[in-house]
Structures are given as structure tokens and as C-alpha cells.
């Protein structure tokens, strides 16, 4: 994933993304409406004749990216990756969690497993961080999809070096029967996060 790579920050947090993921910052909403835009111009192209198609993606990524800040995040990113030539979509969106510790983590944790309805919480050193992972399949939001739908939700937090609180990575991706794959993808990004100067 090094070879064609991203590695954005978040205030001293760092993260590597592959090149295919768009980012979109949450903190200002001037910065977060020019990215929306750049991401559906460049996906959309600027023809007349998709103009209605690149107003209603702008209108519902503006709106996932406006929720996603109002709930705390400071980043999202949409993947565009392609296996094989077949479309990979994801979503991540990285919190921080102010006025959690990484003393909290454990506490978490044991919080997390005694919740019902999850596929499975588990824990692990990573190279930067003590990490939690739970993951679950949810019912897709009702907008999203005219037929019932589940997506594979996968949440990691992260007790990263030198960073005062708590990170929280939430990836989702309607592709449920890949499951495993998408684990070891998402792993491998929530690996990666780690001080902003490493």
C-alpha cells in the first residue's frame, strides 16, 4: 500500500491511506463543501448533461460528511479502489476522542465485549498503538438503498503514542461477503495510524 500511498494528518495524528481514498477534513465546513465538490467533479466529470447526477451525490456525500462532523469526526474518506476492475466502496471516518485517555482503553474494551449483537470485539498491539477492534453488520441507512440492505461496519480505538486521547477509526462497506478481505485492509490502515511526524 506504500507504493501509491496518502498519508493525511489530523491535527498529530497521521494515517496511510491508499492513493484511491479521497479525503474530506470535517472541522471547517468551508474546506468540507470544496472537497465534496472536488470529489463528485472529479468522479462525476463537469459535462451539462450530468449535472443533475453531480448535484444529487454532492447532496448526499454533503450531507454523510455534515453528520460525520456534527458526530465529532474530524476526517472521512471514500474509497475508489478497484480489485480486478470491480469497485471496492468504503467509507472511514477518524475520530478523536476528547477526554478519553489511553488509560480508558481497557475499560472500553470490556465495555464493548459485554454489548450484545456484535460479530466480535477483539484487541491487539499495533506498531503505534494498543487497538480494539468490534465488528458488526447493520441495516444500511434507509436513504442509501430502495431495498433493505446490511453493511459490514468495522470500529477500531486506538491508544496511539504520543497522542493525549483516544483515536476511533469507523470503516463501513455494503460488501459483507468479502468480509475477511476488507479486514485485512482495514487492519492494515488502522496499523498505519500513529504520531503525524513518523
Not at 472536488?38 to 443533475?52: F, N, Y
Not at 462497506?173 to 488502522?190: G, H, K, N, Q, Y
Amino acid at each position: 500500500m506504500t507504493a501509491e500511498a496518502r498519508r493525511p494528518r489530523v491535527d498529530d495524528v497521521g494515517v496511510l491511506l491508499p492513493a484511491s481514498w479521497w479525503t474530506v477534513p470535517l472541522a471547517d465546513p468551508d474546506a468540507r463543501r470544496a472537497a465534496v465538490a472536488r470529489l463528485v467533479g472529479e468522479q462525476v466529470g463537469r459535462a451539462d448533461v450530468h449535472a443533475s447526477l453531480r448535484a444529487d451525490l454532492r447532496g448526499r456525500l454533503a450531507t454523510v460528511a455534515d453528520d460525520a462532523a456534527a458526530a465529532g469526526g474530524r476526517m472521512f474518506a471514500v474509497s475508489f479502489m478497484r480489485a480486478a476492475g470491480v469497485p471496492v466502496p468504503a467509507t472511514l471516518t477518524l475520530y478523536r476522542l476528547d477526554g478519553l485517555g489511553h488509560d480508558h482503553l481497557a475499560e472500553l474494551e470490556t465495555s464493548l465485549a459485554e454489548q450484545p449483537g456484535f460479530d466480535a470485539v477483539e484487541a491487539a498491539d499495533g506498531p503505534h498503538a494498543r487497538v480494539v477492534r468490534r465488528v458488526s453488520r447493520r441495516a444500511a441507512p434507509d436513504d442509501l438503498t430502495d431495498e433493505p440492505q446490511r453493511v459490514l461496519v468495522v470500529e477500531y480505538w486506538l491508544a496511539v503514542e504520543g497522542v493525549g486521547t483516544l483515536v476511533q477509526l469507523t470503516f463501513s462497506s455494503p460488501l459483507v461477503e468479502l468480509r475477511d478481505a476488507l479486514l485485512e485492509l482495514f487492519d492494515t490502515i488502522a496499523a498505519s495510524v500513529g504520531p503525524a511526524d513518523s
